[in-house]
């Protein structure tokens, strides 16, 4: 079975292996939430998506790039903790 990218990531938050906690970083949501932006940001490499809803040129600078990093560094280990978790309970088991 495939999945998207959203779908993956409402898999992820409905199972709650991001932290259901709000964060605030220039505007308030979950991790999840800014997982969602993400997508979106990466969308904007296809000329389909981005001609229609930027007229104006959208530039990636520096501070771009820490955001995202951040965010996808934040969620990486975060999603690999639960991993690791689930994967040590089924080993006891």
Known sequence: MDFTF???IEIADGI???PP???TWGKRTTLAGFAHELRK???YVHPGVWAPEQPTT???TKATYRVVYEILDVAR???LHRIHQ???KRIMK
């Open 77 to 79: 280990s975060w999603l």
């Open 86 to 88: 689930s994967l040590r």
């Open 58 to 60: 959208m530039k990636s």
């Open 16 to 18: 709650a292996w991001f």
């Open 21 to 23: 906690k709000k964060i």
């Open 41 to 43: 940001l990466r969308n």
């Open 6 to 8: 959203e779908e993956l």
